[in-house]
């Protein structure tokens, strides 16, 4: 644990984006959790309280391209610092919410957050190469990553607490509160990241946005990782949909059950990415990736298969947690890698079609998910995401050997060098 120790003493600027990103993640979680709830609870109907979720996805799809092409434009501390705010000021119109008849504010509001939390998302992810020296990257999305386990865990508890308790009020304040402080931390980082590229007019955004999305599909390396996105995200939408119809349906549990096992899901990962922010840097991002996800979909493959054999449900607990380490393996490897193929001009962008495609592939796999369990059944569907993840890992290991260093890529822009952090 020692390099792990290191890394959080020596790097300011790490901890402190890691500070506000969990604030800022906890609070889309408080938010998305709580929203579905309170949606459900005004109106009695799945489908809307399903839509809450459309809502926040569709913005991904939409404008995750175009917001990381201001990731390349604009000072990424400034963009988290100025997001985070906005974040905070566009929550105020659910204080006005009181009956069904106003559920379409909610609907507003959620598109409004998700279309923001992409600037974030992108500046974020483009900005922690600025952070650490490239030797201790590893470590820092190895932590990074932790975040987002930590924030799912605690979010998830306190936003269904928060609208149980105190209504969409409580929840409002509480996120806000944590948006405002997300922004203010932000806003002590000393290495500012930007803007990486030089400024251009604003009708230069899509030929920006088309520029990335061909440098990504003319670079060997950022093909195959964007085409490991696309499968996991289908599998991870399968999951997601079919999860609590495999525990009611296949393990006969109820709804306590079905939330043990999530939260043991995010135990696993924070004990997994522990350990790989330890000793991650002993290991190529490739390896991370490839192996990691090869064991993810092994350990998924025998989730959802062992109760053809068992009904007991002592090994879905086992295996959620044990799914924490190649999950943590894979995540980290995957933005390790797409961190170091991309030069800074670019990262941005490359980032941003990171999300565009995953939120695609989400939506895609969460209709797919609907139509063919019906068909098929819930095991021979959700056992995709482990054969997804098998194959992706197997093509990683196969095929990707050009995922170390960026290739010059022809630009409009010149790219700019990367700033090298100052340790305390």
């Known amino acids: 644990m020692r390099t792990l120790w290191r890394v959080l003493t020596r790097y300011r600027d790490l901890r402190l984006l890691l500070s506000a990103g969990l604030l800022s993640l906890t ?30 996805l569709l913005p991904q799809i939409a404008l995750g391209s175009l917001a990381g092409v201001y990731a390349d434009r604009w000072d990424r501390r400034r963009t988290m610092v100025v997001t985070n705010l906005l974040l905070a000021i566009g929550l105020l119109p659910l204080l006005a919410v009181h009956s069904r008849d106003q559920v379409w504010i909610i609907y ?33 999305n190895a932590l990074n990553g932790q975040n987002r386990d930590i924030a799912r865990l605690a979010g998830a ?27 203010a931390i932000i806003a002590l980082i000393r290495h500012p990241a930007g803007p990486a590229s030089r400024p251009a007019p604003a009708h230069h955004a899509i030929r920006e946005l088309t520029h990335g999305a061909r440098i990504a599909t003319h670079h060997p390396a950022l093909r195959l990782l964007l085409l490991f996105v696309l499968i996991i995200g289908l599998g991870e939408a399968i999951m997601g949909t079919l ?42 991002p490739r390896h991370l990736l490839g192996y990691g996800a090869l064991a993810f979909g092994g350990l998924d493959l025998a989730l959802f298969l062992y109760p053809l054999q068992t009904q007991a449900l002592w090994p879905a607990f086992v295996l959620m947690i044990a799914i924490g380490l190649p999950g943590a393996l894979t995540i980290t490897g995957l933005f390790t890698l797409l961190q170091t193929t991309t030069d800074d001009a670019h990262r941005g962008r490359i980032f941003g079609l990171v999300n565009a495609i995953q939120g695609a592939a989400m939506l895609a796999g969460t209709l797919a998910a609907g139509v063919f369990s019906s068909q098929l059944g819930i095991i021979p569907v959700i056992a995709f995401q482990g054969v997804g993840y098998c194959a992706a890992g197997a093509l990683m290991l196969l095929f990707l050997t050009r995922a170390t260093n960026p290739t010059p890529q022809p630009s409009t822009t010149p790219a700019a060098s990367l700033d090298q952090p100052t340790p305390e």
């Open 27 to 56: 609070g889309d979680w408080i938010l998305r959790t709580g929203l579905a709830y309170h949606v459900y609870a005004l109106t009695g109907s799945t489908l809307a309280s399903a839509a809450t979720l459309l809502a926040a």
């Open 108 to 140: 507003l509001v959620t598109v409004a957050q998700s279309s923001l939390a992409q600037f974030f998302i992108t500046a974020e992810a483009a900005m922690v190469p600025h952070t650490v020296p490239s030797c201790d990257l590893v470590t820092a």
């Open 157 to 183: 508890a306190l936003g269904g607490l928060a609208a149980g308790l105190g209504g969409i009020t409580a929840l409002t304040l509480i996120d806000m509160a944590g948006f405002a402080v997300a922004a």
């Open 243 to 284: 999860m609590a119809p495999f525990v009611r349906d296949i393990l006969h549990g109820d709804a306590e059950t079905y939330g043990l096992i999530l939260s043991s899901q995010a135990v696993g990962g924070i004990i997994g990415g522990l350990t790989v922010a330890a000793a991650g840097n002993r290991f190529s």
